[in-house]
């Protein structure tokens, strides 16, 4: 089976190979035969009820430096391909959300992976509110009374942004931390939106684990500690990535979520778990799956392409 695919994402010169899931997506595609092309957001166009981009056949290779070759431009309508990859980085903000709106015209004519729709509506750290038994104590707010009741009862706790990623802002304050309201105004002048609150889990120190799934099933896991001096796990801080399996309380996380997110068509969603506490549901553009072959665990982007294939066919 030869699908016509084209991928939305960020320019693919800038992308880090070693890392990226989407190449990692892109050369799997390639390797089955299908036929790849790739455009950027800001080359989309809706005009008549027909949604357009300036769309370029890619050809990728895996190897730094030299990853990539790309075809002339060629405005093209987008229901013209069976598959559309939603694939470019947060930040989640109006610009992602209009590509949403955008993409959802030719949905699902064309299986857009992850849903536009869902992904709209399924902000990573939003959508986890679904299942507060699963995460840790966390209060989603602006509201300084709300966050100073939640530190009398929690006493250690995290504060993030609610659209943020790759560990940006994350803070711990201790129970008696002083810059607590320096803290709060600062966050209060630079976000909008409400933002996290959350009880701080000590064991991140083991690790943050981040785990795919493939629509709704297990894909494949890998956990990633902090450096010695941060909090934050994100690899792009400096979380070293580490073979891992998963523990029962993890298995059962996978099988309370995983209906929810195969209804909503979030085929390729990364979930990530601190001492069995689920803390995100990533559907915008989980990272992840490179890691996971390189440390000797499955091939993830086989899964992803099987499961298409499967609802192409
Ligand atoms: N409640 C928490 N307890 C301990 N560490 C946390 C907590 N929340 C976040 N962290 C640390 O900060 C990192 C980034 O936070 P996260 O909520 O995953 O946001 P992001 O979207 O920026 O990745 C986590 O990987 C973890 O290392
Ligand atoms: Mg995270």
Redesign the pocket.
């Known amino acids: 089976m030869s699908l016509k695919i084209a991928v939305q994402m960020d320019p693919i010169e800038r992308i880090n190979i070693r890392g990226d899931s989407t190449f990692a997506l892109l050369l799997e595609a390639q390797r089955r035969g299908h036929a790849v092309s790739y455009y950027t957001p800001d080359r989309m166009a809706l005009t008549d009820g027909r949604l357009f981009a300036a769309v370029q056949t890619l050809m990728v290779r895996d190897q730094v430096g030299d990853h990539f070759a790309l075809g002339e431009a060629q405005r093209t309508e987008l229901a013209e391909f069976d598959v559309v990859l939603l694939r470019q980085d947060p930040p989640f903000d109006l610009a992602y959300v209009t590509t949403t709106h955008l993409l959802e015209r030719i949905a699902p004519h064309t299986l857009v992976v992850n849903d536009p729709t869902q992904v709209r509506n399924a902000p990573?750290?939003l959508f986890v509110m679904d299942f507060p038994d699963l995460m840790?104590p966390t209060l989603i707010t602006r509201d300084l009374t709300e966050i100073k009741a939640f530190r009398v009862l929690h006493g250690d706790i995290?504060m993030?942004p609610l659209y943020?990623?790759?560990?940006?802002a994350?803070f711990r304050l201790a129970p008696q931390d002083l810059n607590f309201g320096s803290l709060y105004d600062l966050f209060a002048v630079t976000f909008r939106e409400q933002w996290v609150v959350?009880?701080?889990?000590p064991a991140?120190r083991e690790g943050?684990k981040r785990i795919i799934l493939v629509d709704g099933e297990f894909g494949g896991a890998v956990n990633?500690v902090?450096a010695a001096d941060d909090?934050?796990?994100?690899m792009v801080r400096g979380?070293a990535p580490k073979a891992t399996d998963l523990t029962a309380r993890e298995r059962d996380i996978c099988a309370r979520i995983g209906p929810a997110l195969r209804e909503r068509g979030l085929l390729f969603v990364g979930i990530?778990v601190?001492d069995g506490f689920l803390?995100?549901i990533n559907v915008t553009s989980p990272t992840g799956i490179r890691a996971i072959k390189a440390l000797g665990g499955p091939d993830v982007a086989a899964m992803i392409w099987d499961r298409i294939e499967a609802k192409r066919a």
């Open positions: 990573e750290k840790p995290v993030k943020g990623k790759g560990g940006e994350v959350q009880k701080f889990l991140v943050d990633r902090p909090l934050r796990s994100n979380g990530d601190i803390t995100e």
